[in-house]
């Protein structure tokens, strides 16, 4: 079981509500962006966030390892697996500092 901290930053990742700056078409998501302030990528999302922002990726080798790429396939398994996330978890966590989100 996650500690509460970890469950909410995961929690506001997979439903889009943690104030990243994504880009999206939806009025509903505040902060809106055509891209990665970050690497320059155009059409930021979670999944570029998880999956390939080169600014996070020392977070995300310390965190959830190597042993994954940026596809669909490895994104779900990331997403789903209990085996994984609490490591998302983490993850998320310290995105959203780094990003000094309100969590
Ligand atoms: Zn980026």
Redesign the pocket.
């Known amino acids: 079981m996650l500690p509460p901290y970890l469950a909410k930053s995961l929690l506001l990742f997979r439903v889009r509500n943690s104030l990243l700056p994504v880009s999206s078409f939806d009025p509903n998501v505040l902060n809106t962006e055509t891209h990665?302030?970050?690497?320059?990528?155009h059409g930021?999302d979670e999944f570029?966030?998880l999956m390939?922002?080169?600014?996070?990726s020392a977070d995300r080798k310390k965190l959830i390892g190597n042993n994954f790429v940026a596809n669909v396939l490895d994104f779900k398994k990331l997403m789903s697996s209990s085996v994984y996330i609490s490591s998302v978890a983490l993850f998320t966590h310290v995105l959203a500092k780094k990003l000094k989100l309100s969590i």
């Open positions: 990665c302030k970050f690497c320059g990528t930021p570029h966030y390939s922002c080169n600014h996070f």
